[in-house]
C-alpha cells in the first residue's frame, strides 16, 4: 500500500531543480545588486576624495595651486596620497576602501587669452576598479580656480 | 486522532510548500536589496549634481567677482564710483555675462546658466577720529556687503547660490599726513637749547657754501654734517599744497631755525634765507621796493645777500637793509662781518649772548626747508619775494641778522645804522666823503625798523614770541603767521579740530593695543578699521604683494603682525601702491620704480625739468605708504627710494631715532616723512658727504585721493538651494 507521508525521492529532485533554476537568475541579481552596493560605496568614498581634493586645491593661491594641479596630472593612487592618508586616519576608514582607488589632476586653460592669468578650470577625476572586472568606473568634478590678486 | 510528533514529519507536496515560500523570500529579499540599492544610487547621483552644480555655482560667483576686480583695477569710473556712492539695495555698475571659460565649462558640464544678482548689503560710512572733520559733500569710506546670487539649471532641478562677500572702499594715501613732505610731531624735542652746542637742530657749520670742519670749540658738536634739505620741485608754484608742507612740533613749542647764509648764486642748497620776506619788515611799506644781491668779500670768500633797499626822503639816500643768516664767515674774526656785527649790534642784547660763544654763530640749521632759490635766478631780483613757496605748520621761527647801512653811493655815504631799540632815536646825520651831511629820514615807520639787528630776539623763551621773530608763513595779507591745525585745509577737504601733534594718537594704533581691546569704536574710527587684509607675517605679505613675480600690489590697506624687510626692488618691479602697517620696524632697500639719475651730484636733480617732470609722473594711486603702528624704528637700507610715504609716529619723552639711513650714500627720496623724532643730528651726521635730496610729489596732495575698493577673499555669508 502506497503511503502518503514522507517525501519521495522523486520529489525532492523535482523540487531541487526547481529551486536551482528559480534561484540562479535571483543569485545573479543578488551578486549584480552586490555589486552595485559595493560601486556605491565606492562611488561615494571617490565623491568624497574628489570633493576634498578638489577644495584642498581651491584654498591654495592662484600659482601655487596651478603647479599642484599640474603636478597632480598623472593617475595617482589615492592611499599614496600623504593628504588623504591623514584623512583617512582621521575618519578611520579601512585602507580597504581605497583599495586601488586613483586620482587625477587635469589642468585646462582658460578659453581667451584674456582670461588666460586670471583663471583655469581644474577637473578632478577619481576613478575604482569594478569588482570582477579589468574596467574601471569614475568620477569627476570641474571648478574654476580664479585669481584673487587681480 | 494523529500523533502530535506527525505534525512535524514531512507530508507530501509539503516540500513544494517550502520551496515556494523561500522562494518568496528570496524574491523579497532581492526586492529590499534591489530598492534599497536603486534609493540609494538615486540619493548618490543627485548629490553628485548637487556637487557639479554647486562648483559650477561658485565658479559663476567667482567670475562675477573676478570681472568686478578687473574692472576695479582698470579704474572702471562708473564702476568704482558704483561702489564708493553704494547705499544698500543699490546695485554696481556693472553689465555682467558669464566670461568665456565659464561658459565652457557650464557647457560641458551640461549646466544651464540662468540668472544672476549683486546688491550692496548693509552699507556703512567709516567713522572719523574726533580729531578729523569730515567733508560733508565727499564720500567717506565704507564698508559692506556684495550679495550676489547665482542660479543654474542641472538635470531636473535648478540650483541657486547666494554668497555675501565683504567689501571696503578705502583711501589708500593717509589722511592729513599724506600733504606733509615732513612731519614731526615731537621735534621740540631736538631742540632743548635754541642756540648752541645743545640744538640738536642747528649742529651745521658751513664756510663758502662747504662744510667747515675746523671748528675746534669744545662747544660744538663735531664732525660737521649736511642738512636734511627738503626741497621742493619746482622753484615758484602758486599752489603751495603741490610743495608738501611742513610740521614741526609739539604745537605748543618753539622751533627757532638758524637760517644759513649763501656764497655763490645759485649755490641754493645751503641757502634758506629765501624764507625771510622784506615783509617782515614793518611797518615799512615794501610793496615796490627793490631787492637785490648785493655781495661782500671777506677772508673766507664772497658772501651774497638779499639786500631791501628803501628810499629816503633825503634826495637819493636810501637805507639798504642786508639779510645775513648764520654761516662760518660770520664767526671768522679777520672777516668784516666780525667787526660789523660788533660795532653795530654791540647794544642788542640777542647778539651779545650769540657773540658770547662766537663759535655757534657758524651754526646754521640741520633741517632745512628750501623754496625757490633766489639767488639762482629763479625770481627775479627786481620783484619782491613771492609769497612763502612751503606752509610751514607749528611754532617755527627763523633766526638771523639785518644789517642796516644809511646809503648815498654817489656821495660815498656809507653809514651803519646801530642798533639801538630807544623809542624816538635819530641816528647822527650821514657825512659823505665831500663832508656833507645827510639826516637819516624815513617816509614810514621809525628808526628801529632800519636798524641793524638780530632778528631772533633773546633766545630765551619769554622773548619768542616778539615781533622780532619772523615766522616762515605769510597770511594772505601778506602778514607773518604761525600756521596752526586751524589753518590746515586738506586738499580733500578735511580740517582738524585738534593739534596736529594729536593726529598720531587718534589714528594709529597698535594691533594688539589694550586701547583696541578695551574699546572697539577706537577700530572703525582709524586706520584699523580701514585694514583689507591682514598677514600673520611678512613672508605671506610678500606672497600675496606677488614680490616673487616682479610686483608689489598692495590695493588697499593691509597689515603685517611683525617686522617688514624689504630688500632693494628691480627698478622694473609693478608697484601698486597702498598702505602697508606694519606692527613692528620697518626696513626698506631701494624703489626706484625705473628711475635712474644722471646727475651728479644728485642735489642738481632739482634744477633739471626731466626730475620735476618724474615727481609729476608718480601717480597718487602708485603711492607706497609704511606705516610702523608701534612706532619703531625706519630703516633705508639704501638710498634711492621713490613715491614712498613713510611714518612712525608715537608719544616720546625722549628723543628716539625713529629714521635711519643703514648705508647713507646719494640719498634721493620722493615721498613724504612722519616721524615723531627724526634725530636731525643723527641724520645729518649721516649725510656727512652727501647732501641728501627730499623732495615732494605733487601727487601725493591731490585734491582727490584715491580710493581702493578690495572685495575680500572670504565670505560672510553662504547659502545653497536646490529647487
Same mark, same amino acid.
Given at each position: 500500500m502506497k503511503s502518503d507521508k514522507g517525501m519521495s525521492f522523486i520529489e525532492i529532485i523535482i523540487t531541487l531543480f526547481i529551486v536551482t533554476v528559480a534561484v540562479l537568475p535571483l543569485l545573479t541579481s543578488i551578486g549584480s545588486t552586490g555589486r552595485g552596493v559595493y560601486s556605491m560605496g565606492k562611488h561615494q568614498i571617490a565623491g568624497l576624495v574628489a570633493r576634498s581634493l578638489l577644495d584642498r586645491l581651491m584654498q591654495l593661491p592662484f600659482a601655487e595651486c596651478r603647479n599642484k594641479c599640474l603636478e597632480l596630472g598623472s593617475e595617482t593612487l589615492v592611499t599614496a596620497d600623504a593628504d588623504f592618508a591623514r584623512l583617512s586616519a582621521l575618519i578611520a576608514f579601512d585602507a580597504k576602501d581605497y583599495d586601488r582607488m586613483n586620482f587625477k589632476v587635469n589642468v585646462t586653460d582658460a578659453s581667451t587669452a584674456e582670461e588666460q592669468s586670471l583663471m583655469f578650470v581644474i577637473e578632478v577625476t577619481v576613478s575604482w576598479p569594478v569588482a570582477n572586472s579589468n574596467t574601471r568606473r569614475d568620477l569627476s568634478f570641474r571648478a574654476i580656480k580664479y585669481e584673487t590678486r587681480i | 486522532?494523529?500523533?502530535?510528533?506527525?505534525?512535524?514529519?514531512?507530508?507530501?507536496?509539503?516540500?513544494?510548500?517550502?520551496?515556494?515560500?523561500?522562494?518568496?523570500?528570496?524574491?523579497?529579499? /532581492?526586492?529590499?536589496?534591489?530598492?534599497?540599492?536603486?534609493?540609494?544610487?538615486?540619493?548618490?547621483?543627485?548629490?553628485? @549634481?548637487?556637487?557639479?552644480? &554647486?562648483?559650477?555655482?561658485?565658479?559663476?560667483?567667482?567670475?562675477?567677482?573676478?570681472?568686478?576686480?578687473?574692472?576695479?583695477?582698470?579704474?572702471?569710473? @562708473?564702476?568704482?564710483?558704483?561702489?564708493?556712492?553704494?547705499?544698500?539695495?543699490?546695485?554696481?555698475? /556693472?553689465?555682467?555675462?558669464? $566670461? %568665456?571659460?565659464?561658459?565652457?565649462?557650464?557647457?560641458?558640464? %551640461?549646466?544651464?546658466?540662468?540668472?544672476?544678482?549683486?546688491?550692496?548689503?548693509? /552699507?556703512?560710512?567709516?567713522?572719523?577720529?574726533?580729531?578729523?572733520?569730515?567733508?560733508?559733500?565727499?564720500?567717506?569710506?565704507?564698508?559692506?556687503?556684495?550679495?550676489? #546670487? !547665482?542660479?543654474?539649471?542641472?538635470?531636473?532641478?535648478?540650483?541657486?547660490?547666494?554668497?555675501?562677500?565683504?567689501?571696503?572702499?578705502?583711501?589708500?594715501?593717509?589722511?592729513?599726513?599724506? @600733504? =606733509?613732505?615732513?612731519?614731526?610731531?615731537?621735534?621740540?624735542?631736538?631742540?632743548?637749547?635754541?642756540?648752541? +652746542?645743545?640744538?640738536?637742530?642747528?649742529?651745521?657749520?658751513?664756510?663758502?657754501?662747504?662744510?667747515?670742519?675746523?671748528?675746534?670749540?669744545?662747544?660744538?658738536?663735531?664732525?660737521?654734517?649736511?642738512?636734511?634739505?627738503?626741497?621742493?620741485?619746482?622753484?615758484?608754484? %602758486?599752489?603751495?599744497?603741490?610743495?608738501?608742507?611742513? =610740521?614741526? +612740533?609739539?604745537?605748543?613749542?618753539?622751533?627757532?631755525?638758524?637760517?644759513?647764509?649763501?656764497? @655763490?648764486?645759485?649755490?641754493?642748497?645751503?641757502?634758506?634765507?629765501?624764507?625771510?620776506?622784506?615783509? !617782515?619788515?614793518?611797518?615799512?611799506?615794501?610793496?615796490?621796493? %627793490?631787492?637785490?644781491?648785493?655781495?661782500?668779500?671777506?677772508?673766507?670768500?664772497?658772501?651774497?645777500?638779499?639786500?631791501?633797499?628803501?628810499?629816503?626822503?633825503?634826495?637819493?639816500?636810501?637805507?639798504?637793509?642786508?639779510?645775513?643768516?648764520? !654761516?662760518?664767515?660770520?664767526?671768522?674774526?679777520?672777516?668784516?662781518?666780525?667787526?660789523?656785527?660788533?660795532?653795530?649790534?654791540?647794544?642788542?642784547?640777542?647778539?651779545?649772548?650769540?657773540?658770547?660763544?662766537?663759535?655757534?654763530?657758524?651754526?646754521?640749521?640741520?633741517?632745512?626747508?628750501?623754496?625757490?632759490?633766489?639767488?639762482?635766478?629763479?625770481?627775479?631780483?627786481?620783484?619782491?619775494?613771492?609769497?612763502?613757496?612751503?606752509?610751514?605748520?607749528?611754532?617755527?621761527?627763523?633766526?638771523?641778522?639785518?644789517?642796516?647801512?644809511?646809503?648815498?653811493?654817489?656821495?660815498?655815504?656809507?653809514?651803519?645804522?646801530?642798533?639801538?631799540?630807544?623809542?624816538?632815536?635819530?641816528?647822527?646825520?650821514?657825512?659823505?666823503?665831500? +663832508?656833507?651831511?645827510?639826516?637819516?629820514?624815513?617816509?614810514? $615807520?621809525?628808526?628801529?625798523?632800519?636798524?641793524?639787528? !638780530?632778528?631772533?630776539?633773546?633766545?630765551?623763551?619769554?622773548?619768542?614770541?616778539?615781533?622780532?621773530?619772523?615766522?616762515? #608763513?605769510?597770511?594772505?595779507?601778506? #602778514?607773518?603767521? &604761525?600756521?596752526?591745525?586751524?589753518?590746515?585745509?586738506?586738499?580733500?577737504?578735511?580740517?582738524?579740530?585738534?593739534?596736529?601733534?594729536? =593726529?598720531?594718537?587718534?589714528?594709529?594704533? #597698535?594691533?594688539?593695543?589694550?586701547?583696541?581691546?578695551?574699546d572697539p569704536a577706537l577700530i572703525d574710527s582709524s586706520i584699523i578699521g580701514r585694514i583689507t587684509r591682514v598677514y600673520r607675517n611678512q613672508t605671506d605679505f610678500k606672497a600675496a604683494a606677488q614680490l616673487d613675480q616682479g610686483q608689489l600690489l598692495i590695493d588697499g590697506v593691509v597689515a603685517i603682525d611683525g617686522d617688514l624687510t624689504l630688500d632693494d626692488l628691480p627698478s622694473t618691479t609693478e608697484i601698486r601702491g597702498g598702505i602697508v602697517l606694519v606692527n613692528g620696524k620697518i626696513s626698506i632697500g631701494n624703489l626706484a620704480r625705473g628711475f635712474v639719475p644722471q646727475i651728479e651730484p644728485p642735489t642738481q636733480l632739482m634744477l633739471t625739468a626731466a626730475y620735476r617732470d618724474y615727481l609729476k609722473e608718480l601717480k597718487p594711486e602708485s603711492i607706497l605708504t609704511f606705516i610702523s603702528l608701534t612706532g619703531d624704528q625706519i630703516t633705508l637700507t639704501d638710498n634711492v627710494q621713490m613715491g614712498v610715504h613713510l611714518i612712525s609716529l608715537k608719544k616720546l619723552t625722549a628723543v628716539e631715532p625713529m629714521l635711519v639711513y643703514a648705508n647713507p650714500g646719494k640719498v634721493m627720496f620722493a615721498g613724504a616723512i612722519a616721524v615723531s623724532t627724526p634725530d636731525i643730528e643723527h641724520l645729518t651726521r649721516q649725510f656727512k658727504t652727501e647732501l641728501p635730496l627730499f623732495s615732494f610729489p605733487p601727487g601725493m596732495a591731490t585734491a582727490e585721493p584715491p580710493m581702493a575698493v578690495v572685495i575680500s577673499d572670504e565670505l560672510a555669508g553662504y547659502e545653497y538651494e536646490v529647487r
Open positions: - | 486522532m494523529k500523533n502530535s510528533s506527525n505534525l512535524w514529519r514531512p507530508q507530501r507536496g509539503s516540500i513544494y510548500l517550502l520551496a515556494t515560500g523561500l522562494l518568496s523570500l528570496l524574491i523579497l529579499l /532581492i526586492f529590499v536589496l534591489s530598492s534599497h540599492s536603486s534609493g540609494r544610487a538615486r540619493l548618490l547621483t543627485l548629490a553628485d @549634481q548637487k556637487q557639479t552644480a &554647486l562648483y559650477a555655482l561658485e565658479s559663476c560667483y567667482g567670475d562675477i567677482v573676478s570681472q568686478l576686480r578687473i574692472r576695479i583695477k582698470n579704474r572702471d569710473a @562708473q564702476l568704482l564710483k558704483s561702489f564708493i556712492d553704494a547705499t544698500t539695495g543699490q546695485q554696481p555698475a /556693472i553689465e555682467y555675462s558669464p $566670461g %568665456q571659460t565659464l561658459s565652457d565649462m557650464l557647457a560641458g558640464l %551640461q549646466v544651464t546658466y540662468k540668472r544672476h544678482e549683486i546688491i550692496f548689503e548693509s /552699507i556703512t560710512p567709516l567713522a572719523y577720529p574726533p580729531i578729523m572733520e569730515f567733508p560733508a559733500d565727499r564720500q567717506p569710506e565704507k564698508k559692506g556687503f556684495l550679495r550676489i #546670487n !547665482c542660479e543654474v539649471s542641472y538635470v531636473d532641478h535648478d540650483y541657486q547660490l547666494s554668497v555675501k562677500v565683504p567689501y571696503r572702499t578705502v583711501f589708500t594715501l593717509t589722511p592729513v599726513l599724506r @600733504q =606733509f613732505i615732513f612731519f614731526a610731531d615731537h621735534l621740540d624735542l631736538e631742540q632743548p637749547e635754541k642756540i648752541g +652746542g645743545g640744538d640738536r637742530l642747528n649742529l651745521i657749520s658751513t664756510a663758502n657754501g662747504a662744510i667747515d670742519d675746523t671748528l675746534t670749540d669744545a662747544g660744538v658738536r663735531l664732525p660737521l654734517c649736511l642738512g636734511m634739505t627738503i626741497k621742493p620741485p619746482e622753484k615758484i608754484n %602758486q599752489n603751495n599744497h603741490e610743495e608738501g608742507y611742513v =610740521f614741526l +612740533g609739539r604745537s605748543d613749542k618753539n622751533i627757532v631755525l638758524n637760517l644759513a647764509g649763501e656764497v @655763490q648764486p645759485g649755490e641754493g642748497d645751503l641757502a634758506d634765507l629765501w624764507q625771510v620776506t622784506p615783509a !617782515c619788515f614793518k611797518p615799512i611799506n615794501v610793496a615796490d621796493l %627793490q631787492i637785490i644781491n648785493a655781495s661782500i668779500n671777506s677772508s673766507k670768500g664772497t658772501m651774497q645777500n638779499k639786500t631791501l633797499t628803501v628810499p629816503l626822503k633825503g634826495r637819493n639816500t636810501r637805507a639798504n637793509l642786508r639779510l645775513v643768516g648764520f !654761516c662760518k664767515e660770520l664767526a671768522d674774526p679777520r672777516g668784516p662781518w666780525a667787526d660789523d656785527l660788533n660795532y653795530t649790534l654791540e647794544q642788542d642784547t640777542a647778539y651779545r649772548r650769540f657773540a658770547a660763544a662766537k663759535e655757534t654763530l657758524a651754526l646754521s640749521s640741520g633741517l632745512k626747508l628750501f623754496g625757490p632759490s633766489f639767488e639762482a635766478g629763479a625770481i627775479s631780483a627786481r620783484v619782491p619775494y613771492p609769497r612763502n613757496i612751503r606752509n610751514i605748520f607749528g611754532r617755527v621761527f627763523n633766526r638771523f641778522f639785518v644789517l642796516g647801512l644809511f646809503d648815498f653811493p654817489s656821495a660815498y655815504l656809507n653809514t651803519k645804522l646801530l642798533y639801538n631799540e630807544a623809542a624816538g632815536f635819530q641816528p647822527p646825520d650821514g657825512k659823505s666823503s665831500f +663832508g656833507e651831511n645827510y639826516p637819516f629820514e624815513v617816509d614810514s $615807520g621809525s628808526y628801529k625798523n632800519y636798524m641793524s639787528r !638780530c632778528m631772533s630776539g633773546d633766545p630765551g623763551p619769554a622773548s619768542d614770541f616778539d615781533h622780532r621773530n619772523i615766522p616762515a #608763513n605769510l597770511d594772505e595779507a601778506g #602778514n607773518p603767521k &604761525l600756521f596752526s591745525h586751524a589753518d590746515f585745509r586738506g586738499t580733500d577737504g578735511i580740517k582738524l579740530k585738534e593739534p596736529l601733534d594729536r =593726529f598720531a594718537g587718534q589714528w594709529l594704533h #597698535n594691533l594688539h593695543s589694550e586701547a583696541l581691546r578695551n
